[in-house]
């Protein structure tokens, strides 16, 4: 069974085919992203227009790619919430056009599931086995930090997130005080790789009876710290990036970790943008072999937004 997945709710126009929501037969995604870092964030009214300009080719890419024609497909599916509304609203406006167009069933995808979902996803002839579920699944990314228990695809219960900045947004207004550019997390891991360890020491909020984070306290620190160092002088980015980076990542890996032994749960899946940082990544898989927790990332390009993620949820949504 294939599905086209389309999503469009940040500076990404993507457009995917997945089988049996499995197997990835195309995968494009177009960003926006450069035209936005001058201005350090995302404009919105940047992406919708380049979102309307190009989600036409964005669509016959992935179905030429998939060489699957039109009509083969079973059903479409577009990113329904949340995002960007004049973004979801060019995909959505797009895929009821299309799905309308083809007699074919249309179905909204919820964006935060569809990045945990993207742990089911393979490239053809990949045999590894799914992750085994129920489940804890945490979503780092810009717009959202939060954790779910997963029964299985379509049961997701939100059970912590953020009560202030998403982990992401963190990232990129620090990468801003210190002056690293925009996307902030990737900038960030670079600095802070400049860095072996540091003396400085930042810490995120515990709040250890709740799931909930906070990441807004953090970032307010960092601001402090640079205008109270700042002037004297040599400024050690690099240590500022690798300290700020520590304590995030750490406080990520304790509470997905936390949730995964509240809920009896062997399997940790991970999703959103900053799924890609490496320091996330190492201390969660070295922590959960210890605690005995079996710890799930897609692969880099699936972390960030993509269409795959779409249609390969969509197919348990039938
Ligand atoms: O999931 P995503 O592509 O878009 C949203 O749905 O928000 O996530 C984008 C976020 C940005 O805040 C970006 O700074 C962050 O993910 N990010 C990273 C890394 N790569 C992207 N954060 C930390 N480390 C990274 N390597
Ligand atoms: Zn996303």
Request: charged share 25%.
């Amino acid at each position: 069974m294939n599905i086209l997945g389309i999503e469009t709710s940040c500076d990404e126009t993507a457009a995917a085919v997945v089988k049996d929501g499995r197997t990835i037969l195309s995968n494009v995604v177009v960003s926006s992203l450069r035209e936005h870092s001058k201005y350090g964030g995302i404009i919105p009214e940047i992406a919708s227009r380049r979102q309307l300009a190009c989600i036409t080719a964005v669509v016959d890419e992935a179905l030429r790619r998939a060489g699957s024609d039109e009509h083969r497909l079973q059903a479409i599916a577009v990113t329904g919430f949340p995002g960007l509304i004049g973004s979801l609203l060019v995909g959505k406006s797009f895929a009821r056009a299309y799905a309308a167009r083809l007699a074919k069933p249309l179905y909204e995808i919820d964006h935060i599931q569809a990045h945990l979902y993207a742990n089911f996803l393979r490239e053809s002839g990949d045999r590894t086995p799914a992750p085994k579920l129920p489940g804890i699944g945490l979503v780092v990314s810009g717009g959202h930090t939060s954790l779910y228990h997963v029964r299985d695809p379509r049961h997701f219960r939100l059970i912590g997130r953020t009560r202030d900045d998403a982990a992401g947004e963190a990232f990129d207004k620090v990468a801003r005080v210190l002056e690293l550019g925009y996307p902030g997390g990737p900038a960030i891991e670079k600095k802070a790789g400049e860095a072996k360890k540091s003396a400085i020491k930042f810490t995120c909020a515990r709040m250890p009876d709740t799931l909930d984070f906070s990441f807004s306290g953090i970032k307010t620190a960092v601001l402090y710290h640079k205008r109270e160092h700042a002037a004297g002088g040599e400024y050690p980015v690099a240590e500022v990036a690798h300290a700020f980076q520590d304590s995030v990542t750490e406080n990520l890996a304790d509470k997905a970790l936390d949730a995964c032994q509240k809920y009896r749960c062997r399997t940790l899946l991970v999703g959103g943008g900053v799924a890609a940082n490496k320091s996330l990544r190492h201390k969660l898989i070295d922590r959960g072999r210890i605690g005995g927790i079996n710890v799930h990332f897609p692969p880099m390009p699936l972390c960030l937004d993509n269409a795959a993620m779409i249609a390969g949820l969509a197919m348990h949504h039938q």
